[in-house]
C-alpha cells in the first residue's frame, strides 16, 4: 500500500562506482522529484520529470541522470561516485495537470535511500 | 532566488503546551506551502498544504497560516504531544511545482 517507494534504502559504495536508486508511485500521479538532502539536514531539488520529459534540472553534476521508463517510475542513475555524493535521496510525487504554472498539488514523499560513498 | 528560514532551529516544550513554528520565505511569487514532518531516518510526511490564494489550512490540533505579502507562514500545534517530537520542515512552492525546503525546527515535546 505504500504511496512512493524507493529501493535500496540503504547504499554503501565506494567512490569510481556506478549506482542506481529506484522510485516507484502508486499515487497515479504524473510528475516525480528526486531531492537530496545533505549531512546538514538541508533538503534541495534535484529533478522532476512530467510526462516522461525534464522540467527542473537544477544545478547538479551531470554525473546524475534520471531516467523514467514510464509514468510511475523515475530511477536516479549515478555515475563515477564521490565522496561528496553521501546524503540521503528522497523521490517525491505530485499531480501537477496540464498546466505546470498552476499547480498547487501535493507533493508526497518516499522513504529516502541512504547513500555513504567510502 | 527563493529562500526559506526557520526559527527557531530547536524548540522545546513540556506536553500539553501550545506551540508555533515559524516560516518565512524571500520571494512572495509563490504558488503554495506546504508543511512536512520529519523523524529521524525517515522520510517525510505532508501535514498541511496552504494554496497561494488561502490564508490558512486546519488539520486536527494542526492550524497554518500563510501571509503572502509578508513572506510568513506559522504552524500552529495545540495541546502538544510527546508523539508530535520531530522536526518540522517548511516548503515553499514556486513555479513548475519546485518545492524550496527551510532547514527545519527540531521539536522535543516533553512527557
Known amino acids: 500500500d505504500t504511496a512512493v517507494s524507493q529501493t535500496p534504502k540503504y547504499l554503501v559504495t565506494q567512490m569510481g562506482n556506478d549506482k542506481s536508486i529506484k522510485c516507484e508511485q502508486n499515487l497515479g500521479h504524473d510528475t516525480m522529484y528526486w531531492y537530496k538532502q545533505d549531512s546538514k539536514k538541508f533538503l534541495k531539488i534535484m529533478f522532476s520529470?512530467?510526462?516522461?520529459?525534464?522540467?527542473i534540472n537544477e544545478t547538479v553534476p551531470n554525473r546524475f541522470s534520471p531516467k523514467s521508463p514510464d509514468k510511475a517510475h523515475l530511477n536516479l542513475h549515478i555515475n563515477s561516485l564521490e565522496l561528496g555524493d553521501s546524503a540521503v535521496y528522497f523521490c517525491?510525487?505530485?499531480?501537477?495537470?496540464?498546466?505546470?504554472?498552476?499547480?498547487?498539488?501535493?507533493?508526497?514523499f518516499g522513504p529516502g535511500t541512504r547513500l555513504t560513498v567510502t | 532566488k527563493q529562500e526559506v528560514t526557520q526559527i527557531p532551529a530547536a524548540l522545546s516544550v513540556p506536553e500539553g503546551e501550545n506551540l508555533v513554528l515559524n516560516c518565512s520565505f524571500t520571494d512572495s511569487a509563490i504558488y503554495n506551502l506546504q508543511w512536512f514532518r520529519q523523524d529521524p531516518g525517515k522520510g517525510l510526511t505532508s501535514l498541511l498544504l496552504?494554496?497561494?490564494?488561502?490564508r490558512e489550512q486546519t488539520s486536527g490540533r494542526l492550524n497554518a497560516s500563510l501571509d503572502k505579502s509578508s513572506g510568513r507562514s506559522t504552524l500552529y500545534i495545540a495541546a502538544s504531544q510527546p508523539g508530535d517530537s520531530a522536526t518540522y520542515l517548511c516548503a515553499v512552492g514556486t513555479g513548475a511545482n519546485n518545492l524550496f525546503f527551510g532547514t527545519g525546527t527540531r521539536l522535543t515535546v516533553i512527557p
Open positions: 517525491a510525487s505530485s499531480n501537477v495537470g496540464q498546466s505546470l504554472f498552476l499547480s498547487s498539488y501535493e507533493q508526497y
Open positions: 520529470y512530467n510526462n516522461k520529459e525534464l522540467i
Open positions: 496552504i494554496q497561494s490564494s488561502q
